[in-house]
C-alpha cells in the first residue's frame, strides 16, 4: 500500500563544472572550485568566470594567462580541487 503523502520528487542536480562537464564523479561543483581557486589565486575575480555557452576555451584560457600556468598545468589545479 503506498503513501499519498510521500513526495518521490528528485533534489536538482548541482551544476557540473564546465571544466570536468564529463566527469559525473567531479570532486567539487564548479561554483565550489571557483572559490577555491580565488582564494588560492586572489588576483581572480567573479568576471574572470564569466562562462557562456560555447566559450568555455575563451574562458579558460584567460584564467590560464592571469594565473601564470599552462593549460595541462591549469586543468590539473582544477581537477584537484
Known amino acids: 500500500m503506498k503513501d499519498s503523502n510521500v513526495s518521490h520528487t528528485q533534489a536538482p542536480a548541482k551544476p557540473v563544472s ?8 567531479a570532486k567539487s561543483t564548479w561554483a565550489e572550485q571557483q572559490t577555491k581557486l580565488k582564494a588560492k589565486y586572489p588576483t581572480l575575480t567573479d568576471a574572470d568566470f564569466k562562462f557562456e555557452e560555447g566559450k568555455k576555451e575563451m574562458m579558460m584560457e584567460k584564467l590560464r594567462i592571469k594565473v601564470g600556468k599552462s ?4 586543468a590539473t589545479i582544477i581537477a584537484a580541487l
Open 18 to 25: 564546465p571544466v570536468a562537464h564529463t566527469d559525473r564523479h
Open 71 to 74: 593549460k595541462e598545468e591549469l
